[in-house]
Each structure stands twice: as C-alpha cells, then as structure tokens.
C-alpha cells in the first residue's frame, strides 16, 4: 500500500490567479489559470500542490475525477 495523503479538491479552472482557498464541506479550492482542455488544468493542479507541498510531480496522483471539477488526489510520501 502506497503512504501518503489524500484531500479532496474543487477545482475553479480558467481563475484569473493559482492559489488554494479555503475549505467547504470538506473539499479544497483549488484555483488554477488554464482551461479544463485536453488536462491542462489536471496539469495545473498537479504543478500547484507540487509547489505548495514541496514534493515531485511523480509522487502526486489524481485518483478519481480526472474529467471533473472535483478530484481525489493523493500525494505519496515519496517517490518511486
């Protein structure tokens, strides 16, 4: 079994900033800049909590929601 966490995150694709908000009902939002288009926000997604994680691209993972404003991301606690 992979460690790490998992959170739950409302995607605001086409934001006009790239930030984490605040929490509601028990899901994060997540604002990132590109469209949701061909996964270019799944992309964002994964640069921005890579970033504000301090982990690698690789140890992030969208679980569920890949063509949904809300996702299941697990971050690992290392890399394989």
């Not at 995150?9 to 604002?31: A, M, Q």
């Not at 590109?34 to 690789?58: H, Y």
């Amino acid at each position: 079994m992979e460690e790490g966490f998992i959170i739950k995150i409302h995607l605001h694709p086409s934001s006009s900033k790239e930030s984490i908000g605040g929490e509601r009902d028990g899901w994060l939002d997540v604002y990132v800049k590109e469209k949701p288009v061909s996964g270019k926000a799944n992309n964002a997604v994964i640069d921005l909590l890579s970033r504000t994680f301090g982990v690698k691209r690789q140890q992030i993972r969208i679980l569920h929601g890949e063509k949904s404003r809300r996702k299941i991301v697990m971050i690992k606690a290392r890399a394989n």
